[in-house]
C-alpha cells in the first residue's frame, strides 16, 4: 500500500520539471508588478529624473566650490539624513565587529572613491558624459563579480560587456585624445568611478541582506565620512566665504536632500514593489533626462553630437544584454542596491 501511494505521489514522467522554477518566477514576477500598481513606476521615474539633473546642480555648484568640499557636505549630510532615518524606524543597529571592516571597505569603494571621481570627472568633463558612463555600473559590476569568481561568464555576458566597453571606449577616443585635457581626463576619472562603484555594490551583497538597505546605507556613509568630511573640510577652508552665493547654497542643499536621500529612499521603496529586471529599464532615462535638460541649463558646453549618440546606443545595448535576463546575478545585487543605479 505505501508503494502504491508512493507511487501516485510521483509526478508524471514527462512532466517538464527544468523548466517549471523559470516558469515559476516570470509568473511570479508578473503577478508581482501587476500588483504593485503605477506607484512604484511613477517612483522610478521620478528617481530617474532626480538622478539625470543633479549632475547639473553638481555643476552650478562646482562654479564656486571645489569637488572635495562638495564630497563632503553630500556625504556628511546623507550619513545625518540616513541615521534620522534609521532611528525614526527604531532603533539604531550596531554591526557586528567582524563586520565594521567590511563597512569600512565599502564606504571607500562606495562612497569616498565613487564620490570623488565621479564629482571631480563631472567637473572635468560634461553632464551628459556623466550620465552616459553611470549607465554602466551594472556592467561593471558584473566584471567584477566575474573577476572575483562571484558569476560565471556567460557568452551573453560578455557579448554585453563588450559591447558596452565599445562604446566607452568610443566616447573616450583614446587614439584622438588630448590626454592632458580636461575634459579627457574627466572621462577617465568618470569610468573608474564606475569601476569601484561596481566593485562596491558586487562584494556587499550580502552585508545589505543582512542589515537591510537602510542601515547599511546609513553606516557605509557614516564610514565614507571619516575620510571624506577631513579631506573635503581642508579644501573649503580654502575658499573666500564671498564666493560661496545663495544660488550655489540652494544647489549643495538640493543634492544633500533629493538625489541622495530622497532618491534613494525611492529606489528602495519601488524595489520592494517590483522585479530588478523592470527596475533595469529606467537606468536608461537618466542620460536621456541629462541630453535634454542640459543644454537648456548649462548652454554650448553640453550639446551632445554624433559620437555621444554612437557612443549610447552601444552602452545602452550592452547594459540590456547584461541585464534584461530573468534571474541575472547583477540585477540581484542592484536590488539589495537602492543607491545602485545612479550617484
Known amino acids: ?127 551628459i558624459n556623466a550620465t552616459l558612463l553611470s549607465t554602466a555600473i551594472p556592467v561593471f559590476t558584473l566584471l567584477v563579480s566575474v573577476l572575483f569568481g562571484l558569476e560565471k561568464l556567460s557568452l551573453r555576458s560578455a557579448l554585453g560587456m563588450l559591447v558596452a566597453a565599445s562604446g566607452v571606449v568610443f566616447l573616450i577616443d583614446p587614439l584622438r585624445a588630448d590626454f592632458s585635457g580636461d575634459k579627457t581626463l574627466g572621462n577617465i576619472l568618470l569610468v573608474a568611478n564606475t569601476i569601484a562603484y561596481g566593485a562596491y555594490i558586487s562584494i556587499s551583497q550580502q552585508v545589505f541582506k543582512r542589515y537591510g538597505a537602510l542601515t547599511a546605507m546609513s553606516w557605509v556613509f557614516t564610514f565614507g565620512c571619516i575620510l571624506a568630511v577631513p579631506i573635503g573640510g581642508f579644501q573649503l577652508a580654502k575658499v573666500a566665504p564671498l564666493q560661496l552665493d545663495s544660488m550655489m547654497w540652494v544647489a549643495v542643499i538640493y543634492i544633500i536632500l533629493v538625489p541622495t536621500v530622497l532618491a534613494y529612499y525611492l529606489n528602495a521603496w519601488a524595489l520592494e514593489r517590483v522585479a530588478p529586471s523592470t527596475v533595469a529599464v529606467y537606468i536608461y532615462l537618466q542620460p536621456l533626462i541629462a541630453f535634454a535638460v542640459a543644454p537648456l541649463v548649462l548652454g554650448a558646453e553640453e550639446q551632445w553630437n554624433w559620437r555621444t549618440s554612437v557612443s549610447a546606443a552601444l552602452i545602452f545595448a550592452g547594459v540590456a544584454v547584461v541585464t534584461l535576463r530573468s534571474r541575472s546575478r547583477v540585477m540581484e545585487e542592484v536590488s539589495e542596491h537602492p543607491d545602485a543605479l545612479g550617484h
Open 1 to 127: 500500500m505505501r508503494a502504491k501511494a508512493k507511487a501516485r505521489a510521483q509526478p508524471p514522467a514527462n512532466t517538464a520539471r527544468p523548466n517549471a522554477p523559470g516558469i515559476a518566477f516570470k509568473l511570479s514576477e508578473a503577478i508581482s508588478n501587476r500588483k504593485a500598481g503605477v506607484q512604484p513606476h511613477l517612483a522610478l521615474i521620478a528617481v530617474q529624473l532626480v538622478f539625470g539633473t543633479w549632475p547639473i546642480f553638481g555643476k552650478i555648484a562646482l562654479r564656486a566650490m571645489p569637488s572635495t568640499g562638495l564630497v563632503a557636505f553630500r556625504v556628511a549630510g546623507a550619513a545625518t539624513a540616513f541615521l534620522f532615518l534609521v532611528r525614526l524606524r527604531g532603533r539604531i543597529v550596531v554591526p557586528r565587529r567582524d563586520d565594521l571592516a567590511r563597512f569600512a571597505l565599502y564606504g571607500l569603494l562606495g562612497v569616498v572613491l565613487n564620490q570623488f571621481l565621479f564629482v571631480k570627472g563631472l567637473e572635468l568633463s560634461t553632464v
